[in-house]
Antibody, heavy 119, light 111 residues
Framework: EVQLVESGGGLVQPGGSLRLSCAAS????????MHWVRQAPGKGLVWVSR????????SYADSVKGRFTISRDNAKNTLYLQMNSLRAEDTAVYYC????????????WGQGTLVTVSS | QSALTQPASVSGSPGQSITISCTGT?????????VSWYQQHPGKAPKLMIY???NRPSGVSNRFSGSKSGNTASLTISGLQAEDEADYYC???????????FGTGTKVTVL
């Protein structure tokens, strides 16, 4: 059974840092591109970042470029999102998701982890 | 990259059919056959309902169908059921510096 389990969320002050993790199981993690998607309270889904299967290529939303870094450890079947210089507007539930094939749909999602940026 | 445009809400009675539109540009919806649709119940993670414009993942009811014409994609739910009440989001690959974009979301209400 495919499972994605996020962790690392919590309360952080503006300007602070946080690292999210997404533990994958039930599939060959190293074969799939992975994404982070976020959802602010009561708002819609927003794409955040993507990494290819071997970690050599990444993309970011303009709103997080230069502040967030996506990475992966295929030996540990884990996806990461390092978030620096956090702002109040980064407050959201962060989901990791698996991409079926390049450009295609995201067929498995984690349960999400809440990040709250507040003083 | 702006969000794709969806109606804020759509409603229908049980058994009816409804259609949700998703309007973008030639740089996203109109330029690629990489439109997907997601269903999200309150407090839950999104669920993939349609991928690559019109394909259904295994396990998704055939009451859900997708299509595209020009810069607008559509999700049709036929034989509306109470369990279909949820938020629905479209998404597309794009040629911009932000390579993926979601729609604004549509709340479906079953009357």
């Amino acid at each position: 059974e495919v499972q994605l389990v996020e962790s690392g969320g919590g309360l952080v002050q503006p300007g602070g840092s946080l690292r999210l993790s997404c533990a994958a199981s039930g599939f060959t993690f190293s074969s799939y591109w992975m994404h982070w998607v976020r959802q602010a309270p009561g708002k819609g889904l927003v794409w955040v970042s993507r990494i290819n299967s071997d970690g050599s290529s990444t993309s970011y939303a303009d709103s997080v470029k230069g502040r967030f870094t996506i990475s992966r450890d295929n030996a540990k079947n884990t996806l990461y999102l390092q978030m620096n210089s956090l702002r109040a507007e980064d407050t959201a539930v962060y989901y990791c998701a698996r991409e079926m094939a390049m450009g295609s749909g995201k067929d498995y999602w984690g349960q999400g982890t809440l990040v709250t940026v507040s003083s | 990259q702006s969000a794709l445009t969806q109606p804020a809400s759509v409603s229908g009675s049980p058994g009816q059919s409804i259609t949700i539109s998703c309007t973008g540009t030639s740089s996203d919806v109109g330029g690629y056959n990489y439109v997907s649709w997601y269903q999200q119940h309150p407090g839950k993670a999104p669920k993939l309902m349609i991928y690559d414009v019109s394909n259904r993942p295994s396990g998704v009811s055939n009451r859900f169908s997708g299509s595209k014409s020009g810069n607008t994609a559509s999700l049709t739910i036929s034989g509306l059921q109470a369990e279909d009440e949820a938020d629905y989001y479209c998404s597309s690959y794009t040629s911009s510096s932000t390579p993926y974009v979601f729609g604004t979301g549509t709340k479906v209400t079953v009357l």
